[in-house]
């Protein structure tokens, strides 16, 4: 069995480690990864993502070379702490059975639960029917998804592999996700005195219309899916201006398209391209430009046979009595490491389930609840018992 101590133990140092994105980012917790899985006695691989920026990667071999690998996908890096905090944010405190910090959930207690499985399959001298491998990356939580892109790149996924990320999902089991799309728009207009404000072009003015328009016309798209939903829209940020008494020359903003099947993120971004289009011949002399951010994230999913998707509902059961709920506030519209290398592959045999609820991730005061890291290790143990 998982030592669901030894769990709790190594998500309050994790937490304690520093790895905000961006930030002091990963190297010291690779480093303390590295050395607790040679610890157990694995072999550990390096594999550079950028200069001090590595990907770690360690197994347990398996008793059948022609057996699916269970990959173990779990990121070291967490958003920035921000404020607002009433526990300390590197902390670890423990406190009416929860434990608390920043990446406690998202994704510390789940990297966690990996190391723990490895630590248990060497410790019992259990051997599973498939290879156990545990891969921990970096850039999770930034637009670009580096360390998943270099995974792929580097050929350290195969096809047939089942690929389990251990992101906050409330212990639901998520098997889809939301496809995404973030850009920067700019919108030239021309500078005036605001008492001769018909002299120039407001760029604030028309850039709120394009807003406003396609949050309105992601609003009405016809497209819904029975588990991720709607469409959706946001405008993250908006910049215009240099002064009270001057009409804007320039104006950016930066949106968030969240998108659902058969939408493609080339889709999400033709429909801002129209808007703009439509409200630039409404306002003659002003111009935009797009941006792209990040990397393209289209929607995705795990096949409801897939080996990885058959054999976790099986545990889940033997433990709880029941299925794992699928739909609902269970995370969907996140994008995970999981979700970019069924995107690059075209697997369809990666998902997400994982200890602490959605809904925290990314707050003040986030937290993981020390029940969703035991039934967590209960489920990890089944399901490799079951390969």
């Known amino acids: 069995m998982i030592d669901v101590d030894s769990v709790v133990e190594d ?20 480093d303390w990864v590295v050395s607790r899985l040679e610890r157990v006695g694995l072999a550990v691989q390096r594999h550079e993502v950028e200069p001090g920026r590595d990907n770690i990667l360690t197994q347990v071999a398996g008793s059948d070379p022609d057996a699916p690998r269970l990959v173990i996908l ?5 958003v920035p702490i921000g404020e607002g905090w009433t526990y300390p944010p590197l902390g670890g405190v423990i406190d009416d059975g929860r434990i608390y910090g920043r ?40 637009p670009g998804m580096l360390g998943a892109h270099q995974l792929v790149r580097d050929g ?7 690929v389990l990320a251990p992101e906050p ?17 700019t919108v030239t207009g021309k500078m005036a005195h605001a008492g001769r404000a018909h002299l120039g072009i407001d760029a604030n003015h028309v850039l709120a219309e394009i807003m406003t328009r396609a949050k309105t016309t992601f609003s009405a798209l016809p497209f819904e899916d029975g588990i991720l939903g709607r469409a959706r829209f946001t405008c993250g940020t908006f910049h215009g201006g240099v002064s009270t008494n001057v009409v804007p020359g320039s104006a950016t903003a930066e949106f968030d398209l969240r998108i659902v099947p058969p939408m493609v993120p080339e889709d999400a971004v033709g429909i801002v391209q129209r808007v703009a289009d439509a409200v630039m011949r409404e306002h003659p002399g002003a111009e935009y430009a797009i941006e792209l951010l990040g990397a393209r994230r289209p929607p995705v999913g795990a096949s409801d046979d897939a080996k990885i998707i058959r054999d976790l509902v099986e545990a889940y059961v033997e433990h709880t009595g029941a299925e794992p709920e699928i739909g609902g506030a269970d995370g969907h519209e996140a994008y995970t490491d999981a979700s970019m ?16 609820a959605t809904d925290q991730a ?10 969703d890291i035991e039934l967590g290790a209960e489920l990890l143990w089944t399901l490799v018992r079951k390969w």
């Open 11 to 30: 998500t309050r140092t994790l937490i304690s480690i520093d790895s905000q994105n961006p930030g002091p980012l990963e190297a010291e917790c690779a």
């Open 74 to 78: 779990g990121h070291m890096d967490t």
């Open 103 to 142: 990446g406690a959930c998202d994704m510390k207690a789940g990297l966690a639960l990996g190391i723990g499985l490895l630590d248990a399959l060497v410790r019992t001298g259990e051997q599973p029917r498939g290879d156990v491998v545990l891969v921990a990356t970096v850039d999770e939580e930034a």
């Open 156 to 162: 350290l996924i195969r096809p047939t592999d089942q």
């Open 169 to 185: 999902t409330g212990m639901r089991l998520r098997q889809r996700q939301m496809g995404l799309r973030w850009l920067t728009i």
């Open 341 to 356: 290398i069924a995107a690059l592959t075209g697997s369809d045999s990666c998902t997400v389930l994982g200890p602490g």
């Open 362 to 371: 990314h707050t003040a005061d986030e937290y993981v609840s020390l029940a």
